[in-house]
């Protein structure tokens, strides 16, 4: 089966501006409030958490997903309510989705979501078949990479506990378990953090 990361576009004629997000509007301290969504970890919630509204930018364009680097949003996919209800078949006990309405060109779009997650799924990765990578710090200054040779997850989170505190691990090429099937799931560690990853048969989804 093959797989796909979820990834922002990069062509500025779907997007209209690769930095889709200018701003966001926040409804607390964002700094102290324990419940506003950046605050909170990434685990599973009961709760309502404090959300942000994304503001587009000028020249943004309203998309399914949308790219949002900016405080409210970290790691997570801020998505429209026609991805949502692809997605929401397939992500039970995953994550959770909370409303979060953007403003673009002045105006509030409520049908965008916040998708939370909390399960992530290490026993899909084929440790020898990926590419593993840990970002060292020289002593001088600056970083090199260097590959390191995983056989299971075991060995992942231990080389996690013994490495250096400004050291970071992770997978920078990606093989799947050939018996692992699932259409949509979510790995820590990628390279942009977390990985939010469909199968070829949910990709074709519309």
């Not at 599973?44 to 309203?62: E, G, H, T, W, Y």
């Not at 290490?122 to 710090?137: A, E, M, P, V």
């Not at 692992?180 to 390279?191: R, V």
């Amino acid at each position: 089966m093959k797989y796909y990361f979820i990834n922002n576009s990069l062509n500025n004629k779907i997007v209209g501006d690769y930095n889709q997000v200018s701003e966001a509007q926040h409804h607390c301290n964002i700094w102290k409030d324990p419940n506003f969504i950046d605050k909170i970890d990434f685990i599973k919630i009961d709760f309502q958490p404090i959300v942000s509204n994304a503001i587009l930018s000028r020249k943004a364009k309203l998309t399914d997903l949308i790219n949002a680097q900016t405080t409210g949003f970290s790691l997570r996919l801020l998505i429209s309510g026609k991805l949502k209800d692809i997605l929401e078949k397939y992500s039970k006990e995953k994550g959770h989705f909370f409303r979060s309405p953007v403003i673009y060109q002045n105006k509030k779009i409520d049908d965008y979501w916040i998708f939370h997650p909390y399960f992530f799924e290490s026993n899909s990765i084929d440790y020898l078949g990926s590419k593993i990578l840990i970002r060292k710090r020289k002593p001088e200054e600056g970083t090199f990479l260097e590959k390191i040779k995983l056989e299971s997850d075991d060995d992942f989170k231990i080389e996690n506990l013994i490495k250096n505190e400004d050291d970071f691990i992770y997978i920078s090429k990606l093989k799947i378990k050939k018996d692992f099937l699932s259409d949509f799931f979510l790995l820590l560690n990628t390279e942009g953090g977390i990985g939010y990853i469909v199968s070829e048969k949910l990709k074709k989804k519309k």
